[in-house]
């Protein structure tokens, strides 16, 4: 069957597991791993986790919390403390 199939319905097969299903792409949850990346910060790649009213900023790589941003934050309030986790230092 794998023969007759048209190169977008072989890439639907592998991605969804059918050649006729639309692939889905997870894009939030604890297990997307987000770059915070620009300028000339150190980059983050990060995990969040809600946690009541905040979420935790957590290392994809050592799973150590890094911070956490309030969910009922104005963007200022939240881009100065992911800031701050960028220069924090953590290596990872």
Not at 39 to 60: D, E, I, K, R, Y
Not at 65 to 92: F, K, N, W
Request: glycine share 8%; net charge negative.
């Amino acid at each position: 069957m794998m023969d007759t199939l048209t190169a977008e319905q072989k890439i639907r097969q592998q991605l969804a597991g059918s050649p006729v299903k639309e692939p889905h792409f997870q894009h939030e949850g604890p297990d997307v791993v987000r770059w915070i990346t620009g300028g000339s910060l150190p980059n983050m790649h990060v995990t969040f986790h809600q946690q009541g009213n905040q979420v935790a900023v957590q290392c994809a790589t050592c799973e150590n919390i890094i911070g956490y941003l309030p969910v009922d934050s104005e963007a200022t309030d939240i881009s100065s403390r992911l800031v701050a986790m960028r220069q924090s230092g953590h290596d990872h």
